[in-house]
């Protein structure tokens, strides 16, 4: 499975982006996908996920209602709308997908996902 992310870039604190990631490669049945960042120096963390039929999301904390997960099953893409930016989100977004049952602790350890994405800058000036 092959994980193309893009919609980084460089904004300004308040801005809006919304981040994609297309999912190719070997077809997963039911599968959920989801949205780490890491900056440098420190562990990957979680940011969102959701499950194959959309109807289940999960955020962490800091988001506090501004990110907005989504995807299109027909397409293979997760989106991340990312409202209200901060230079504390300043960080490389990663995309991921995983076939394990959904849980919504699991989902927030790296080990829970099988395949990843190359990554997508987010960089939020103040």
């Known amino acids: 499975v092959q994980l193309q992310a893009s919609g980084g870039g460089l904004v300004q604190a308040g801005a809006s982006l919304r981040l994609s990631c297309a999912a190719s490669?070997?077809?997963?049945?039911?599968?959920?996908m989801g949205w780490f960042r890491q900056v440098p120096g420190k562990e990957r963390e979680f940011v969102s996920a959701?499950?194959?039929?959309?109807?289940?999301?999960d955020y962490a904390d800091f988001v506090e209602g501004r990110f907005t997960i989504s995807r299109d099953t027909a397409k293979n893409t997760v989106f991340l709308q990312m409202n209200s930016l901060k230079p504390a989100d300043t960080a490389l977004y990663y995309c991921?997908?995983?076939?394990?049952?959904?849980?919504?602790?699991?989902?927030?350890?790296?080990?829970?996902?099988?395949?990843w994405g190359q990554g997508t800058q987010v960089t939020v000036s103040s």
């Open positions: 490669g070997r077809t997963l049945r039911a599968y959920t």
């Open positions: 959701i499950t194959w039929s959309g109807g289940t999301t």
């Open positions: 991921a997908v995983s076939d394990r049952n959904y849980n919504s602790w699991r989902i927030k350890k790296s080990d829970y996902w099988d395949y």
